[in-house]
């Protein structure tokens, strides 16, 4: 999903002007000498190649840095994807990782050992700021070992409050609520979804961002899922998900170019008003932004409704987590939580919004979102605000099948239908169990 860059590190170095020596970016870490109190300490923190990842690193680095001028942080990058994943997991393997480093929190992060590479930061005054479900998904045998690195995500319904105001249509709270606002918006002679599987991954949002519904059904499907006794097949609000995105092909509901589109037209025609919803992660923002810069003012977000109404709220990807190695140790450890501490505080996330306007809400106490985000961001605060939200599925569970793109692709396309494609992901769930090794699934 991010561009891919050479596996060559690359240093982007930061100095502050005024009392601090310049660090050359061919310097090996700790070459500049260190000495009692993390005065004179370099560190090298390690983050995706993602620019906006990279902007908000270098503008948090320069704040801390300002209030820090005996250390200085070199920001370095990875590629993202699975070659990023793999130079994370050499790295740590061979002790040669960077004195902190960004990577995923859940599952992911559960896959790099912490209790065997990460240090942990339970005992840091920091931690109880941290939002709980985040606390969870970067803890490991009762120990905390990240703070959040970036804004928390959604998957919901971008729409188009133009559309809704002209139309004099309400935000649906229910699944009913919401197809009756389809059927007026094609009856008004616009796109009532918007599906672009030009890039397939756009196209699990119908599934994976209903989990908060599924789990107000089912408040324990997680749990039964990882033991392999819950199937989306066979659990009726599992299976919803993908009856949804049948219904909404089957009724003419999404746009004609729908299997060639990619999210960039996808976003430029919700800001453009082309077409009312386009379910998607808030992390295509900004791409929103890009593609239609004054329509973008017109956008907002609601979660895909299920079936009761009080139960409604969104399902939340937790952001990253900002680890230390082990291998981090004497003066520069001192100076690595010091940035940790910093990072996980309002002043920390006021730098990574100086850096990269934020998307969603921060995952500490007391972070609050710039005044100039757009509506969409500050309609996901309100439900977060509320707590009307839960953890999306692959942080509460290891399982998560490759093909689930393909799936939905081919059920949204009218190719196969809800209980098939639900059937068949169950059987690629089924292997990636097996792969991890879970009871239950012989």
């Known amino acids: 999903m991010r561009k891919q860059t050479s596996s060559r590190r690359h240093l982007r170095v930061i100095a502050l002007a005024a009392g601090v020596a310049l660090a050359l970016a061919g310097c090996s870490a ?26 908000a690193a270098e503008s948090v ?6 209030q820090n001028p005996g250390i200085t942080v070199n920001v370095e990058t990875r590629p993202s ?39 942990p930061l339970t005992d840091q005054p920091w931690v109880g700021a941290l939002e709980q479900n985040f606390k969870r998904v ?12 970036g804004p928390q995500l959604t998957g919901a319904i971008l729409y188009n409050k133009k559309i809704y105001a002209d139309l004099g249509l309400q935000i649906p709270r229910t699944w009913d609520a919401f197809m009756a606002n389809n059927a007026a918006i094609k009856a008004a002679g616009t796109v009532p979804v918007i599906q672009t599987y030009g890039e397939t991954y756009t196209s699990q949002l119908f599934v994976l961002g209903d989990f908060h519904n599924v789990a107000a059904a089912e408040p324990d499907f997680a749990e039964r899922y990882t033991a392999g006794q819950a199937k989306y097949a066979s659990s009726p609000a599992a299976l919803k ?25 996808g976003m430029r025609k919700l800001g453009d008003g082309e077409g009312a919803h386009y379910p998607m992660l808030t992390n295509g923002i900004p791409t929103l932004t890009a593609a239609s810069p004054e329509g973008a003012k017109d956008i907002g ?3 895909i409704p299920g079936d009761d109404p009080a139960k409604n709220g969104l399902t939340v990807w937790s952001p990253n987590g900002v680890y230390i190695p082990k291998t981090t140790e004497g003066a520069k450890l001192d100076a690595a939580k010091k940035l940790e501490a910093f990072i996980a505080s309002p002043a920390g996330c006021d730098a990574q919004s100086d850096g990269a306007t934020p998307t969603g809400p921060y995952a500490v ?10 509506p969409a961001t500050k309609d996901f605060q309100t439900y977060i605000d509320a707590g009307t939200y839960s953890p999306a599925l692959e942080f509460l569970s290891p399982i998560k099948g490759p093909a689930l793109e393909q799936i939905t692709v081919e059920v ?31």
């Open 30 to 55: 700790g070459s500049l000498g260190s000495s009692g109190g993390g005065d004179g300490v370099s560190l090298t923190f390690l983050v995706g190649s993602n620019q906006s990842t990279v902007n």
């Open 61 to 66: 680095a320069k704040a801390f840095m300002a």
């Open 81 to 119: 994807g699975s070659e990023g994943d793999n130079i994370v997991k050499t790295r740590l393997a061979t002790g040669d990782m960077a004195d902190l480093f960004v990577y995923n929190s859940g599952s992911l992060f559960q896959a790099i050992g912490p209790e065997q590479n990460l240090t």
């Open 138 to 149: 970067v803890s490991a045998g009762e120990q905390v070992y990240g703070a959040p690195f």
């Open 241 to 265: 998900g993908w009856e949804h995105l049948q219904q909404l092909h089957d009724l003419g509901y999404y746009n004609e170019d729908f299997p060639t589109a990619k999210m960039e037209e």
């Open 301 to 303: 977000i609601f979660p």
């Open 365 to 374: 106490d007391g972070c609050t979102l710039p005044a100039d985000v757009l």
């Open 412 to 442: 949204g396309s009218g190719i196969r239908s809800a209980a098939d494609g639900a059937a068949l992901y169950d059987q690629d769930v089924r292997k990636q169990a097996q792969q991890l090794g879970l009871p239950g699934w012989d």
